[in-house]
């Protein structure tokens, strides 16, 4: 708990030092999120058992993280997707493209950013083209000021690469692979800013 807080500490004082004299804080940039909860009956590792519950608690972590940038994201809906089954042609491709087949697309929202929690898959979680994918037995490697628990910053670090960041391997950073950190710097906020705008346009309705 203690460890939490500091964090969080941490984590306001350096908000606090991107107030700017002139411009003030960056304005606040907010998308809307469709998450699905991935169900299966018949590929277990398509079934996700999260609940509703745990994506409001997740999310306001993510928000935490994307706090240093200024963008925010603001959850649509939360939906129970049900799988497609693998279609047979789909068999000898990449993990990816046999992830991406089972999601029905006329499910996904076009006003908002779409995350599909699912159960098991080789990666935490991946962001090929929409949606952003995620696994709820996601596990990173621990390090000094890291988020206390994988999904919020399994989903950020997705949802970044979604906002146009690439990796970048330092281990506090949101942009690694593998670790809990969740920094981001100015020139990662300058792109993601840039590509939230936009989606933000794309959003309005
Ligand atoms: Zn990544």
């Known amino acids: 708990m203690n460890t939490l807080i500091t964090t969080l500490c941490a984590f306001l004082a350096m908000i606090t030092l991107r107030v700017e004299p002139a411009g003030g804080i960056h304005p606040v940039i907010t998308l809307k999120v469709r998450?699905?909860?991935?169900?299966?009956?018949?590929?277990?590792?398509?079934?996700?058992?999260?609940?509703?519950?745990?994506?409001?608690r997740v999310f306001p972590k993510v928000n935490m993280i994307?706090?240093?940038a200024g963008i925010?994201?603001?959850?649509e809906s939360i939906v129970l997707t049900k799988a497609l089954p693998l279609p047979p042609e789909m068999r000898t491709?990449?993990?990816?493209e046999r992830v991406l087949s089972m999601i029905p697309k006329d499910q996904l929202s076009a006003k908002a950013i779409n995350v599909c929690y699912v159960k098991e898959m080789e990666p935490n979680g991946f962001f090929y083209r929409e949606p952003v994918m995620v696994k709820d037995t996601a596990k990173l490697e621990a390090v000094p000021g890291g988020m206390d628990e994988p999904l919020p910053r399994v989903?950020?670090?997705?949802?970044?690469?979604e906002l146009g960041l690439k990796h970048r391997q330092e281990a506090v950073n949101?942009?690694?692979?593998?670790t809990n950190g969740f920094l981001l710097n100015d020139e990662e906020i300058g792109l993601a800013r840039m590509t939230a705008a936009r989606l933000q346009m794309e959003q309005a309705p």
């Open 35 to 56: 998450v699905h909860l991935m169900q299966s009956n018949t590929t277990p590792a398509m079934h996700t058992t999260l609940s509703e519950t745990d994506i409001r």
């Open 66 to 68: 994307w706090a240093q």
């Open 72 to 75: 925010q994201f603001e959850i």
């Open 93 to 96: 491709q990449s993990m990816i």
């Open 155 to 161: 989903t950020a670090h997705e949802i970044g690469h």
């Open 174 to 178: 949101l942009m690694q692979s593998g």
